[in-house]
């Protein structure tokens, strides 16, 4: 009776008042939701009710055997996503002086990470430095230059270590960050060259006589093989492919082990630009084993060479009604496996999406392997007439052929669900990275919508016609509170009413 007298005593404007305040907010947590969706990729309400509110419920018992035996599962499959993100040195990573700060000074933006050139530091500490170089001077400066974080601070420490004496790794340095061009950057690693194969002659004579000589000889090598691939890069660049391809050829007759610098990925992308597919296809057929790890240059080359030996003649409707013709279907199986092997590239080499300078490191599978591989590679695909028409009419029944969900793997391993977070990581913010497999909206930013979108539709409704929904809404709520009453007027019938009204005052 005393809920109907409420119920009664409610204004219009109440309503209107109830329904606006919950439509405002719950369209607030909805945009909270979403941002954080896609800034971290997954929902808060989710992240907060699995991080906090589990534990609280029982749902983690640490005295537990078999949670025990989970949590190793967990920390393993942690080491597995991990390993299966590796990042790999970019193997045609532009020069920062040259490229990358040039584009700085035009547009103001910073194209490479912090996390990006942190990497970068890295490789150069390890691929340019050894224990004996507190011995020389010289090297001791660059030791130190190498984790210097301030660019113009590891400038004037190579140029301190060169008054000292020649020092290739501070001619490396100096052609990468301070040279302005690439005219520069030449003339300083052919001073390199000189330098670091004096030390590498002396350096492998003395290699056997102890831990500490390895360690020097194995840094002079690092050193001179990306002098040699740097200037093979240099020619490249300046127009010079047929000197760049036989500088990477005897590069790679020189140094026959050291397969992890990518270097045929280099002598791939020069062959392709003096258009000797002959040649090409010797090299695929070197590299794309399936004993050696895969990569978007090796797998989508494959498909250009395919794709070229039919795409002139290629015609969507033709193929619909005489169906397709060996080689054109061999071409199309060969364009399936390189998307499935990196689904984001397709988009870059239509055009369907921007492309940005590449980073100095890549995921491979990622979106960072992709504009690396569609930023050099793209005009080879022009250059071929109906390749890109080819991979237009083909490239998206690969996903068909996926098993669901789309994680599983159909040719390759299964594609790596971390690869989000690690472009994230080494592309810029003003780059919106490519997601592959696309995530489903979670559920609370779905339920939150919808929320927001009822109470603003009683929030109008009531404005409009207030008695109207004034009428609906005590119908409502009396049909709400209808069992309530019922028990109440039961609990008033059995017990004895001077019980019933001390409870009533407490």
């Known amino acids: 009776m005393e809920v109907s007298m409420f119920l009664n005593t409610l204004t219009p404007k109440f309503y209107v008042a109830l329904t606006g305040t919950s439509s405002l907010i719950s369209g607030l947590i ?18 907060v009710s699995v991080s906090h509110l589990r534990p609280l419920l029982g749902g983690v018992d640490n005295s537990s055997p078999t949670n025990s035996n989970s949590s190793n599962g967990d920390a393993d499959s942690n080491r597995q996503s991990v390993s299966e993100c590796k990042v790999w040195r970019n193997p045609l990573n532009l020069f920062r002086g040259a490229e990358y700060n040039r584009y700085t000074w035009v547009t103001g933006r910073e194209p490479l990470t912090y996390y990006d050139m942190n990497l970068s530091a890295q490789d150069h500490q390890t691929f340019f430095t050894c224990d004996s170089d507190h011995l020389r001077p010289a090297d ?23 008054e000292l004496e020649d020092c290739a790794t501070a001619s490396i340095l100096l052609a990468e960050e301070e040279a302005t061009t690439i005219v520069e950057a030449e003339k ?8 670091g194969e004096g030390c590498y002659r002396r350096s492998q004579q003395l290699q056997h006589h102890g831990a500490q000589y390895e360690a020097q000889h194995r840094r002079d090598t690092n050193v001179l093989v990306y002098i040699k691939r740097r200037l093979a890069m240099c020619s490249r660049k300046l127009g010079r492919t047929r000197e760049a391809v036989k500088m990477l050829r ?13 270097i045929h990925e280099n002598l791939l992308e020069s062959l ?5 597919y002959a040649d090409v296809q010797a090299v695929l057929a070197k590299y794309d084993d399936i004993s050696l790890p895969k990569s ?27 169906g397709l013709s060996t080689a054109e279907m061999n071409a199309v199986e060969a364009i399936h496996r390189a998307v499935e092997f990196n689904p984001h590239v397709p ?18 599978r990622g979106d960072s392997e992709a504009i690396a591989y569609a930023f050099f590679h793209l005009q080879h695909w022009k250059r071929v007439e109906g390749a890109l028409n080819l991979l237009h009419c083909t490239w998206e029944g690969t996903f068909r052929m996926i098993p669901y969900p789309l994680e599983k793997g159909h040719l390759f391993y299964p594609y790596p669900i971390c690869t989000e977070t690690a472009d994230r990581e080494l592309l810029p913010m003003f780059h919106e990275v490519s997601v592959y497999p696309k995530k489903e909206l979670p559920f609370f930013i779905l339920f939150t919508a919808g ?12 404005h409009q016609f207030p008695e109207l929904m004034g009428v609906f809404a005590k119908a409502f709520l009396s049909t709400l509170f209808a069992p309530l009453n019922f028990i109440m007027e039961k609990v008033e019938s059995i017990l004895p009413s001077s019980l019933w009204h001390q409870l009533t005052r407490i």
């Open 30 to 47: 909805l945009i909270f939701e979403w941002w954080y969706f896609r800034k971290y990729g997954t929902s808060f309400i989710e992240q």
């Open 140 to 162: 001791a400066i660059m030791q130190k230059a190498w984790r210097e974080r301030n660019p113009q601070a590891r400038i004037s420490a190579a140029h301190e270590s060169l």
């Open 188 to 195: 300083l690693f052919k001073q390199a060259l000189k330098t």
């Open 272 to 276: 392709l630009e003096l258009q000797n």
């Open 451 to 462: 929320l927001c979108s009822f109470t603003a539709m009683l929030a109008l409704l009531t």
């Open 250 to 262: 005897d590069l790679m007759k020189e140094f026959p082990l050291l397969s992890m610098f990518n």
């Open 347 to 364: 988009k870059y080499l239509l055009e369907m999406k921007s492309l940005i300078l590449p980073p100095e490191h890549i995921l491979k």
């Open 296 to 322: 978007a240059t090796i797998c989508y080359t494959a498909a250009l060479l395919k794709a070229r030996a039919v795409s002139d003649k290629f015609s969507p409707e033709a193929a619909s009604r005489r």
